[in-house]
């Protein structure tokens, strides 16, 4: 198409040659027929090999999120991403049009963990909380951030748990020393974890394997009373957890053997019965039997009560 001493407007020009994004200063060439953008000399310089870094736009949840993308290269899974084959195409994250979407992350949980990948001079890890913690360890667990992930072992170590959630933590993220850890403080614990507790690590089945463990350690000696705790006995209780809960059998050097590790787990509601209150010191059953229900008298007739013949 030849345009000749014709006055078009843009928005018409835009159309005939189904321009999609142009810029605002633009230079038409008369010899050429088409329209350019200036050239811009910054354009033109040369970038520096380590410090001009390329952007990375991720989506999560529905917010965009803009980070120097050499950061997720250090995970594998996103190198693999990166490496694909882009074709002719602009390849995801390249721009807020076509962003990276990370599928099944809650953008709650995405930024304590760009807080820890990419760490800011505003920004303070002291004043995470263990949610945030643990919600960073997920990240860069799945993700395969190694020191992410160790970093954030180490904090959630040092912070109060109970043996419940410390469990789940591990099954989740393979955390074989929280595992066993967690399953000797129970094992060992002086009265029974409350039935919200066996339910969330298993329902019936973890409570009879639990009540055969601490049976197991009774007939070796072991008595479950507060002068005794799970760290100061690991022998007498670490073979029991790994035969009947199918635990690791190689992470005993590697425990934790600070009693604060563990939280005191919370005590048995009123209204619950687990299988330590169901006999007293004697072994005699500590249920308290039924009240006997009243006999009521028998209904007389009125036919049989000669009374009633004699007052009518």
Wanted: with cysteine; charged share 30%; hydrophobic share 40%.
């Amino acid at each position: 198409m030849t345009l000749r001493n014709e006055t078009i407007d843009i928005a018409t020009l835009l159309q005939l040659h189904q321009v999609d994004d142009i810029e605002d200063d633009i230079i038409w060439d008369d010899d050429e027929g088409y329209m350019t953008p200036p050239e811009d000399e910054d354009d033109l310089a040369p970038r520096d090999g380590q410090f001009f870094l390329e952007m990375l736009v991720l989506k999560v949840e529905g917010c965009l999120f803009n980070v120097p993308r050499i950061y997720f290269e250090q995970s594998w899974i996103f190198q693999d991403m990166f490496s694909l084959p882009l074709g002719q195409k602009v390849g995801e994250g390249s721009s807020t049009k076509r962003p990276l979407v990370l599928d099944g992350v809650k953008a709650d949980d995405f930024r304590p963990f760009l807080d820890v990948l990419i760490r800011l001079p505003s920004n303070s890890l002291d004043s995470f909380t263990k949610d945030q913690w643990v919600a960073v360890l997920h990240l860069a667990t799945m993700w395969e951030f190694k020191m992410i992930r160790a970093l954030s072992i180490e904090k959630l170590s040092a912070m109060g748990m109970t043996a419940v959630e410390r469990i789940l933590v591990a099954r989740r993220e393979d955390i074989p020393d929280w595992l066993i850890a967690s399953h000797g403080h129970l094992i060992t614990l002086e009265t029974f974890p409350s039935i919200h507790a066996m339910e969330e690590l298993g329902g019936l089945q973890f409570c009879l394997k639990l009540a055969k463990a601490r049976e197991a350690i009774c007939k070796n000696g072991y008595h479950h009373d507060c002068s005794w705790n799970w760290a100061d006995h690991i022998p007498g209780w670490y073979s029991v957890a790994v035969e009947l809960f199918g635990l690791p059998n190689d992470a005993m050097d590697q425990l934790n053997r600070d009693l604060q590790f563990i939280d005191y787990v919370e005590p048995v509601d009123e209204d619950e019965l687990t299988p330590d209150l169901l006999f007293d010191e004697d072994c005699e059953p500590a249920i308290p039997e039924k009240p006997k229900k009243k006999k009521k008298g028998k209904k007389i007739s009125s036919q049989r009560n000669p009374l009633v013949y004699l007052e009518n």
